[in-house]
DNA sequence: CTCTTAATCAACCAAACAGTTGATCAATGA
DNA sequence: TCATTGATCAACTGTTTGGTTGATTAAGAG
């Protein structure tokens, strides 16, 4: 069911892996520094192999990467991943927002922008 | 199951709503300007019904709103929940980020940064 | 070697989700 | 009024997910 751009599945298992309240508070605490699965399972009243899980979803997300210092698994950050997250989102976001701020002007530019900025053509369509 | 901030469930929706790929299309395809569920449905192999079933996961989500124009419903993408969201993750990236810097820095500045670059005491933990 | 700590593997369960078909509602347009 | 188009509601199904318990691997520490 992927009829999607390429790098689509990787993008699926990003968002995803930040649906869940409890890995993104994972992301949150790994954002001041690495930590083991022991230190994030901490804050959450649920058993160790479900943060492992959960750390899981997140590294195969590749929004986290994982090292070895003796017994423990110090789980890592990956910024650049989660700045490819915010690109998708931008690309869109900016897109609609130039429609909306041509439309502002269009209409006299002292209109409230809460009303419907689009539905362009009555008959069918007109854009590309 | 939500020992989260205030504010996550509206989070787990959006990037749930984003996590498909079908839906991720649509964003896209919005960001163009507003569309009606059967010029959403077009490009896809599934029913009517089920596309139907993505734009009320997406409006949920706070991610578009409907209006009424005759029989048609057309869906119109919200560019500030799209903002949200970025704020969101940039939030963490940015401290990561920075965190980043100061060990570059502080490791004498021509390292490869592909270390781990927190790991901080051996002991136990010292982050706040 | 044995005990403890860190983490994972494996099997299982309940709830949620994506998709389907079939029937229904709502607003036109003939 | 009545047929048509756009969209939704309702019920059902297969798959995935988030969580559990119990057993197991891996690396030190005594």
Redesign the pocket.
Request: charged share 25%; hydrophobic share 40%.
């Given at each position: 069911?992927e009829e999607d751009a390429p790098g689509a599945e990787s993008l699926d298992r990003a968002f995803?892996a930040l649906?869940?309240p409890?890995r993104r508070a994972m992301v949150a605490r790994l954002s001041r520094g690495d930590a083991?699965?022991?230190?994030l399972a901490e804050p959450f009243?649920?058993?160790?192999?479900?943060v492992?899980?959960?750390?899981?979803?997140l590294e195969h997300a590749g929004l986290v990467t994982?090292s070895r210092d003796?017994?423990?698994?110090?789980v890592h950050l990956d910024a650049a991943a989660l700045e490819r997250l915010t690109a998708w989102i931008d690309q869109y976001r900016l897109i609609a927002e130039s429609r909306f701020r041509q439309l502002d002007q269009l209409l006299g530019a002292s209109v409230s922008h809460h009303d419907q900025e689009n539905t362009p053509a009555k008959k069918k369509e007109e854009l590309k």
């Open positions: 069911m995803m649906a869940d409890v083991t699965v022991n230190e009243a649920i058993t160790k192999q479900a492992s899980k959960h750390i899981h979803v994982r003796a017994q423990r698994r110090p």
